[in-house]
């Protein structure tokens, strides 16, 4: 009876986080600053005799450590793109590696000399500790109002680095520090040096290793889709617990290896975002994103109502020690305003990367919330550990959990509530003036599609002459008024215009790269190749430069001269299939886009688009990319006939079974063949692919 009530008590905390995240939409108050206040109020409500199996479901470190926090790291670094984290390398690992040290002992010396004052003496090693617990901030909290208010990319990719990396940084401090105190040892400065050390390296290169190996596993088993999610997740959670077991077994002459588990995670996840993400199977990276979305979304639903439920429990003299949370959170507000501003600026200095605007920096200074891991860090404390020279009544552990709830608190309620406040009123959600035109670009070409399909709608008798009035009248005003306006902020910013439509080609060249993929027309090098010179020419247009460049690629100068192996242009240029493919893709993807643009220009509402010289420039420069690929095909297939006919004959195969995997979908989806002849036809056509 009593699983029944956790498992009760599990599922409606599931419920209850759900109501409160459509609540949270109607109040516009933060998702997890309303779930943190409805697990407090759980309290008195499961003391209700009947409501009682409310509170049955524990957060215990062992369910955070191993269950939810792999879960949230992984989907957080699954999905950052290594090349842009590495362009903010410098920022990223000054704030989590040296902010975070000097944030950890600036707060520790401020409360070592200030609290006293206020009747609370307290031992310089714990506040270490506290200092350890309270400084790294919550990748989670943090991008999910990120999200939801519209932060510059760039902005929000620094502090999810930051976020992940000073987790790492976090644990591994926090563990060295607790150690000393539980063994009551003297500081090692050495020892404890190489051991942060060894967790940092040491969880980079096992992480990146497990990344690399799944990768490798996960290639040999495409098109499986439940295996495929299910290695993933395996990835997650093997990883961490793989570098906490290392850690407690690995010695090395003499020397225990610690492995930063965190680390490791981040790591392996990054590589299987970004290597293994072209191992898994096209069709089935779609589902792979809802699931991680989904189960992230589970995760931190349950992770902060819990935290609700948990601080209400752990502190019985709250009200004894508010002067003390009170001082902590001043402190711990003003030591990161000191930490930020003199390290980003130091960044700024670094010529390689872009500078970190002063709004950016006011907004990482106010960001710090805290969440899951400090939470985690604060269960892993032993609660009757003491620390010597500690003569006070109060119990430490009572002590340390005031001190870290209360920040909590104040970072969740306080700042998270105003985080949006504070963007709106820095500026740094506004749109850009290429957002505000491609804004108004959509609405028109919506409009005008409405516009389209109102008439088709007629003409099949879908809808009388009075309702295609109405609506013609209606979506015509809406049109007339988005394209005016559409019309004189692109003659006002010429450049604007013309990034516009490059960023619009651009997305259409990408959109068939992925179909040729996902239709098994291009290889994974070729795509990955092309893919990545797609990114470098968004790249260019995103930093203002708006010459139309011929699929430009930023080459490893390095990879090509000592590791060609691993140089995706050397190993697509040395082979004639690959090459062969890799123009087939080119020619194909400027044709998608000359078929949008002229299809924009033929559209009657839509006519005045194509009056512009920049519009018919882009045109002209497609038209040179289609004569250049399809001439560079011809020269391969006159030198490699062989071979290139093969392809050619292969490509023309895979199209028609395309069409068959089509067709027997829409017979399946009107029901015309049942679930067995679904299989049947699959299976054969397979077969006579194969």
């Known amino acids: 009876m009593f699983s029944v009530t956790i498992f009760l008590s599990l599922f409606s905390l599931l419920l209850l986080s759900m109501g409160v995240f459509f609540l949270s939409k109607k109040l516009n108050i933060p998702y997890t600053v309303l779930l943190l206040i409805s697990g407090l109020l759980l309290i008195p409500i499961s003391e209700i005799g009947f409501l009682s199996f409310l509170s049955q479901f524990e957060l215990t470190s062992e369910l955070l450590f191993f269950i939810f926090l792999p879960t949230l790291i992984f989907e957080s670094a699954f999905n950052i793109e290594f090349k842009k984290f590495w362009n903010n390398k410098v920022a990223i690992f000054s704030l989590s590696i040296f902010g975070f040290l000097a944030s950890t002992f600036l707060i520790a010396g401020s409360l070592y000399y200030i609290l006293p004052y206020i009747g609370f003496e307290l031992p310089f090693i714990f506040l270490v500790l506290?200092?350890?617990?309270?400084?790294?901030?919550?990748?989670?909290?943090?991008?999910?109002?990120?999200?939801?208010?519209?932060?510059?990319?760039?902005?929000?990719?620094?502090?999810?680095?930051?976020?992940?990396?000073?987790?790492?940084?976090?644990?591994?401090?926090?563990?060295i520090v607790l150690e000393i105190i539980l063994k009551n040892s003297s500081v090692d400065l050495l020892g404890g040096i190489l051991t942060f050390a060894s967790m940092l390296i040491g969880g980079a290169l096992f992480g990146t290793a497990i990344g690399f190996g799944f990768s490798k596993v996960i290639e040999k088993i495409r098109n499986y889709q439940n295996v495929e999610i299910t290695l993933t997740m395996?990835?997650?959670?093997?990883?961490?617990?793989?570098?906490?077991?290392?850690?407690?077994?690995l010695v090395l002459g003499g020397f225990e290896v610690k492995i930063s588990s965190i680390v490791a995670t981040v790591c392996a996840s990054i590589v299987i975002g970004n290597y293994g993400r072209y191992k898994i199977s096209p069709q089935i990276e779609i589902y792979m994103h809802k699931f991680w979305d989904y189960f992230a979304f589970i995760s931190n639903s349950l992770v902060f109502v819990m935290m609700g439920i948990k601080f209400a429990t752990l502190v019985n003299n709250f009200h004894v020690f508010w002067p003390l949370v009170?001082?902590?959170?001043?402190?711990?507000?003003?030591?990161?305003?000191?930490?930020?501003?003199?390290?980003?600026?130091?960044?700024?200095?670094?010529?390689?990367?872009?500078?970190?605007?002063?709004?950016?920096?006011?907004?990482?200074?106010?960001?710090?919330?805290?969440?899951?891991?400090?939470v985690i860090l604060l269960l892993l404390v032993p609660s009757d550990f003491t620390v010597e020279g500690y003569n006070l009544a109060f119990n430490l552990?009572?002590?340390?959990?005031?001190?870290?709830?209360?920040?909590?608190?104040?970072?969740?309620?306080?700042?998270?509530?105003?985080?949006?406040?504070?963007?709106?009123?820095?500026g740094i959600n506004k749109l850009t003036k290429l957002e505000k035109l491609e804004y108004l670009e959509s609405k028109a070409i919506i409009f005008s599609k409405v516009l389209n399909e109102v008439n088709k709608f007629q003409k099949r008798g879908y809808i009388t002459t009075e309702t295609h009035r109405k609506l013609t009248a209606k979506y015509s005003k809406l049109y007339e008024k988005a394209y005016k306006t559409c019309g004189k902020v692109s003659e006002k910013n010429t450049n604007v215009f013309k990034k516009m439509l490059l960023v619009y080609a651009i997305g259409i060249e990408k959109h068939s790269l992925k179909n040729l993929l996902i239709q098994?027309?291009?290889?994974?090098?070729?795509?990955?190749?092309?893919?990545?010179?797609?990114?470098?020419?968004?790249?260019?247009?995103?930093?203002?430069?708006?010459?139309?460049?011929?699929?430009?690629?930023?080459?490893?100068?390095?990879?090509?001269?000592?590791?060609?192996?691993?140089?995706?242009?050397?190993?697509?240029?040395?082979d004639p299939k690959h090459l062969f493919t890799y123009y087939r893709a080119l020619r194909i993807i400027s044709i998608k886009v000359l078929e949008e643009l002229n299809e924009?220009?033929?559209?009657?509402?839509?006519?005045?688009?194509?009056?512009?010289?920049?519009?018919?420039?882009?045109i002209k420069n497609y038209e040179k990319f289609l004569r250049q690929s399809t001439?560079?095909?011809?020269?391969?297939?006159?030198?490699?006939?062989?071979?290139?006919?093969?392809?050619?004959?292969?490509?023309?195969?895979?199209?028609?079974?395309?069409?068959?995997?089509?067709?027997?979908?829409?017979?399946?989806?009107?029901?015309?063949?049942?679930?067995?002849?679904?299989?049947?036809?699959?299976?054969?056509?397979?077969?006579?692919?194969?």
């Open 130 to 175: 506290f200092g350890t617990i309270i400084s790294a901030t919550d990748p989670v909290a943090v991008l999910a109002l990120f999200k939801e208010y519209g932060a510059p990319k760039r902005l929000a990719m620094i502090f999810e680095g930051e976020s992940l990396f000073n987790d790492a940084t976090s644990l591994a401090v926090f563990l």
């Open 600 to 618: 924009i220009s033929k559209d009657n509402h839509l006519k005045d688009f194509d009056k512009s010289e920049v519009f018919n420039d882009i």
């Open 631 to 690: 001439k560079k095909m011809k020269e391969i297939l006159s030198n490699n006939k062989r071979i290139s006919y093969k392809l050619d004959e292969n490509f023309a195969q895979m199209g028609i079974h395309t069409v068959e995997e089509k067709i027997i979908n829409d017979l399946s989806k009107k029901e015309m063949i049942t679930p067995k002849l679904n299989l049947l036809l699959r299976e054969q056509i397979l077969d006579e692919n194969i």
């Open 234 to 249: 395996v990835v997650a959670h093997l990883t961490f617990i793989m570098a906490e077991i290392l850690s407690e077994t």
């Open 326 to 374: 009170i001082v902590t959170i001043l402190v711990c507000s003003l030591v990161r305003i000191i930490t930020v501003y003199p390290t980003i600026g130091l960044c700024n200095l670094n010529k390689k990367e872009a500078k970190i605007p002063r709004k950016w920096q006011h907004l990482l200074a106010f960001g710090d919330l805290k969440g899951a891991l400090a």
């Open 520 to 574: 098994q027309e291009v290889t994974e090098k070729v795509f990955r190749y092309l893919n990545e010179k797609l990114n470098y020419q968004m790249d260019l247009v995103e930093d203002n430069k708006t010459q139309i460049y011929e699929f430009k690629y930023k080459s490893n100068g390095f990879l090509r001269k000592y590791l060609p192996y691993f140089d995706l242009k050397t190993q697509i240029h040395k």
């Open 397 to 426: 552990y009572e002590v340390l959990t005031a001190m870290t709830v209360g920040v909590i608190f104040f970072t969740l309620l306080f700042k998270a509530t105003f985080l949006g406040r504070l963007m709106d009123r820095l």
